[in-house]
């Protein structure tokens, strides 16, 4: 069983799993298909908005396929959330990556 299925598996058994959404969404990175990508991390994002390490990811996909705008204002959620839950470095990450794209 590849790994794509055997995380939808895994998530069929917790549907409410944050990590293993993460994980689908990366997976479906590494075979190339950004749409189901991009899907899975909203789906995760909206389902759980501190999860802040699929803002950078996210983002990073928006910029590839074009989509400046919606990749800052990524940025700009994942850095609200990572002050929130006193994340520093996940700011800084997120920031520098804002930066590179906004200056």
Do not use: C
């Not at 590494?30 to 501190?50: I, S």
Request: avoid cysteine; aromatic fraction near 10%; charge should be negative.
């Amino acid at each position: 069983m590849d790994r794509i299925n055997k995380l939808q598996e895994m998530l069929t058994q917790s549907p409410g799993d944050s990590f293993l959404q993460h994980a689908l969404a990366l997976e479906f990175i590494k075979q190339g298909d950004d749409h189901l990508a991009r899907r899975y991390f909203e789906e995760l994002l909206n389902a759980d908005p501190q999860y802040i390490g699929s803002y950078y990811h996210l983002a990073k996909l928006l910029e590839r396929s074009g989509d400046t705008s919606a990749a800052i204002q990524t940025y700009e959620k994942g850095m609200e959330q990572a002050k929130r839950v006193q994340d520093q470095h996940a700011f800084n990450e997120l920031r520098g990556a804002w930066e590179e794209l906004t200056f």
